[in-house]
């Protein structure tokens, strides 16, 4: 099977990773393709099956588990599981494309360990937690007991960041952009020369 290149996006809930990861999807010359990750959670009022999310109820999740479908997988949250489907990056790869993924970092760095070479690992470094705590609130997509469970795993997520190839840190989201596609521009590029 034609093997492409793995990019991991990982971050603390609220880092802006997920804007990031979606300006990389629409620079075409990137190639990139989202994973879509399997979640146990309920989808929010705006998101899709198949698109966001594949949403799986618990037990479906488990049986997969046990079946080893997945390429890695993590609760994340209590009774929240998520996880990568083997079959999600093998149908990326087969399509010609590098996989571009928004995982949490525990799950970011066992793809990098899976696949030291072919992946590029960024860790998305928001200003202060305080802040992270005000973009939450911001984004009223979770309650108040959620936001304080989310921000005090950030203080723990921060720590793993060395671990990263690299680090952005997100204070101007323009030059995390910028910054961002430059350093996946410079790890696909190579493949692009062999075509
Ligand atoms: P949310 O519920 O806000 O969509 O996601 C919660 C957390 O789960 C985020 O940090 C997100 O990056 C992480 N996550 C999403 N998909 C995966 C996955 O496939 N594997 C792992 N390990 N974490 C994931």
């Known amino acids: 099977m034609q093997e492409g290149k793995l990019i991991v996006f990982s971050a603390p809930s609220g880092s802006g990773k997920t804007t990031i990861v979606r300006h990389l999807l629409d620079q075409k010359e990137l190639k990139l393709d989202f994973s879509i990750s399997a979640a146990s959670r309920e989808p929010r009022p705006e998101e899709k099956d198949g ?3 594949y949403f799986l109820d ?3 999740f488990k049986r997969r588990i046990k079946d080893e479908e997945f390429l890695e997988w993590e609760e994340v949250y209590r009774d929240n599981f998520y996880g990568t489907l083997k079959s999600e990056v093998e149908r990326i790869w087969a399509s010609g494309k590098n996989v571009i993924f928004d995982i949490d970092v525990v799950g970011g ?3 990098k360990k899976i696949y030291p070479e072919r ?3 960024v860790f998305v470094k ?3 937690i305080e802040e992270l705590k005000i973009r939450l609130k911001k984004r009223k997509t979770e309650s108040d007991e959620r936001i304080n469970m989310r921000v005090a795993k950030a ?3 921060l720590a793993t960041a060395p671990q990263f190839d690299h680090i952005i840190l997100n204070n101007k989201l323009d030059e995390a952009l910028k ?3 430059t350093l996946v521009a ?3 590029s190579p493949s692009k020369d062999t075509e």
């Open 186 to 188: 410079d790890f696909v």
């Open 51 to 53: 698109v966001d999310y």
């Open 109 to 111: 760095l066992d793809i």
């Open 58 to 60: 618990l037990k479906e």
């Open 126 to 128: 928001p200003p202060s």
């Open 155 to 157: 203080s723990i997520e």
């Open 119 to 121: 992946t590029l690992a």
């Open 179 to 181: 910054e961002a596609h």
